[in-house]
T-cell receptor, first 113, second 115 residues
Framework: KAGVTQTPRYLIKTRGQQVTLSCSPISGHRSVSWYQQTPGQGLQFLFE???????NKGNFPGRFSGRQFSNSRSEMNVSTLELGDSALYLC????????????FGPGTRLTVT | DQQVKQNSPSLSVQEGRISILNCDYTNSMFDYFLWYKKYPAEGPTFLIS?????DKNEDGRFTVFLNKSAKHLSLHIVPSQPGDSAVYFC??????????????FGKGTKLTVNP
């Protein structure tokens, strides 16, 4: 069974631009969660989608948004990029709604200049 | 507000010896705890977990201990191998108001096992 895939793997953007990241969960998994990883803060939860609905949200500004499609694929969008948004963005999928054992993708490394 | 804390950013041990990674938490509502391992350029992979009703869970070379009264858990790796060199994240699961569970991660501890 294929693992969680994320595209693109690397991205360079400038301040003020917007970006869209994509995540394809493991086949059959309906829950997709997004995390931001930075050296100083570790993994921070962004949001979780299940059956095309956002079920949980972390403490991030409204510039961070997402959505999930009927095939469970998910996208994350960040508008008006700031230098501090430079991070590794990880997507994780699980069979059921949130928690417990999640399967992570390799991440998208976003650099904002 | 860091609810899950890994106070040691790094740990170095000799091959064959025991590695002990520690994690403290502040929220007594956490009901499940997990350890993830992360290699560079890869996403975290699930390693081992423990329910809050237990105090020990063992899987091969990996054992997780939970001390609820101290709000502390630890991961023991015996014997340590160079391939264990990675960043280890402690995570705790919390039931949210919406009825789902949310994972809260620590900042990670970088383990280096020297040959």
């Amino acid at each position: 069974k294929a693992g969680v895939t994320q595209t693109p793997r690397y991205l360079i953007k400038t301040r003020g631009q917007q970006v869209t990241l994509s995540c394809s969960p493991i086949s059959g998994h309906r829950s997709v969660s997004w995390y931001q990883q930075t050296p100083g803060q570790g993994l921070q939860f962004l949001f979780e989608y299940f059956s095309e609905t956002q079920r949980n949200k972390g403490n991030f500004p409204g510039r961070f948004s997402g959505r999930q499609f009927s095939n469970s694929r998910s996208e994350m969008n960040v508008s008006t990029l700031e230098l501090g948004d430079s991070a590794l963005y990880l997507c994780a999928s699980s069979l059921r709604l949130a928690g417990r054992e999640q399967y992570f993708g390799p991440g998208t490394r976003l650099t904002v200049t | 507000d860091q609810q899950v804390k890994q106070n040691s950013p790094s740990l170095s041990v000799q091959e064959g010896r025991i590695s002990i990674l520690n994690c403290d938490y502040t929220n007594s509502m956490f009901d499940y705890f997990l350890w993830y391992k992360k290699y560079p350029a890869e996403g975290p992979t699930f390693l081992i977990s423990i329910s809050s009703i237990k105090d020990k869970n063992e899987d091969g070379r990996f054992t997780v201990f939970l001390n609820k009264s101290a709000k502390h858990l630890s991961l023991h790796i015996v014997p340590s191998q160079p391939g264990d060199s990675a960043v280890y994240f402690c995570a705790a699961s919390l039931l949210t108001q919406g009825g789902s569970e949310k994972l809260v991660f620590g900042k990670g501890t970088k383990l280096t096992v020297n040959p």
